[in-house]
């Protein structure tokens, strides 16, 4: 998808993308509502080609990066740093910041995606192991109220949680939280 802030440039961009061999899915002026044409048109890529991010296009771009997660690259005249940051922070994949070159496009464009990739693993191995690790503190917490109440030893209480996670086909990280926010309520 291009972004442009020039209709007429857009036009020529999406002419010369598909020319290139990429399918353009759609042309967004940067005044139109990004985030609703992104859920229609479902690029695989989105290309911003504008003289300088505005605050309202980094809130759509920030949007764009919460709810569709897709690559961003955008092609600038403005190197100031904090512009720059402001547009990384907003989840844009790569900041050309001395304007769009069609020489330099594939490889930036691998770049971006790239860049997106590995940063969209790294995510899902962060949302893992908090994962893990607020299952490994419900566990610790069930076993010492199953130590407490029924007066066993910490292994007889995780053998008591694993028989409950098996007996109920649940993950024992869920059966320890259902028994911690059970005992809560109960105490």
Same mark, same amino acid.
């Given at each position: 998808?291009? =972004? %442009?802030?020039?209709?007429?440039?857009?036009?020529?961009?999406?002419?010369?993308?598909? %020319?290139?061999?990429? #399918?353009?899915?759609?042309?967004?002026?940067?005044?139109?509502?990004?985030?609703? =044409?992104?859920?229609?048109?479902?690029?695989?890529?989105?290309?911003?080609?504008?003289?300088?991010?505005?605050?309202?296009?980094?809130?759509? =771009?920030?949007?764009?990066?919460?709810?569709? #997660?897709?690559?961003?690259?955008?092609?600038?005249? %403005?190197?100031?740093?904090?512009?720059?940051?402001?547009?990384?922070?907003?989840?844009?994949?790569?900041? =050309?910041? %001395?304007?769009?070159?069609?020489?330099?496009?594939?490889?930036?464009?691998?770049?971006?995606?790239?860049?997106?990739?590995?940063?969209?693993?790294?995510?899902?191995?962060?949302?893992?192991?908090?994962?893990?690790?607020?299952?490994?503190?419900?566990?610790?917490?069930?076993?010492?109220?199953?130590?407490?109440?029924?007066?066993?030893?910490?292994?007889?209480?995780?053998?008591?949680?694993?028989?409950?996670?098996?007996?109920?086909?649940?993950?024992?990280?869920?059966?320890?939280?259902?028994?911690?926010?059970?005992?809560?309520?109960?105490?």
């Amino acid at each position: 998808m291009v =972004v %442009d802030e020039d209709a007429a440039r857009g036009r020529a961009l999406a002419n010369v993308l598909n %020319d290139s061999g990429y #399918k353009v899915v759609g042309l967004v002026l940067t005044g139109e509502y990004l985030p609703s =044409v992104m859920a229609d048109a479902k690029p695989d890529v989105v290309l911003i080609d504008i003289s300088s991010p505005s605050r309202d296009t980094l809130e759509m =771009v920030s949007s764009i990066h919460r709810d569709h #997660k897709r690559p961003v690259v955008m092609f600038a005249s %403005d190197d100031d740093e904090q512009t720059v940051q402001a547009a990384v922070e907003a989840g844009v994949s790569a900041y =050309v910041a %001395d304007g769009l070159s069609l020489a330099k496009f594939k490889p930036i464009f691998q770049v971006a995606i790239a860049h997106f990739q590995k940063h969209q693993s790294l995510e899902r191995e962060l949302s893992t192991a908090k994962s893990s690790l607020d299952e490994r503190k419900f566990i610790d917490r069930a076993k010492g109220l199953l130590m407490e109440k029924r007066k066993c030893s910490e292994s007889e209480a995780f053998s008591l949680l694993r028989k409950m996670a098996m007996d109920r086909k649940q993950r024992i990280g869920q059966v320890a939280q259902e028994l911690v926010e059970l005992l809560q309520i109960v105490n």
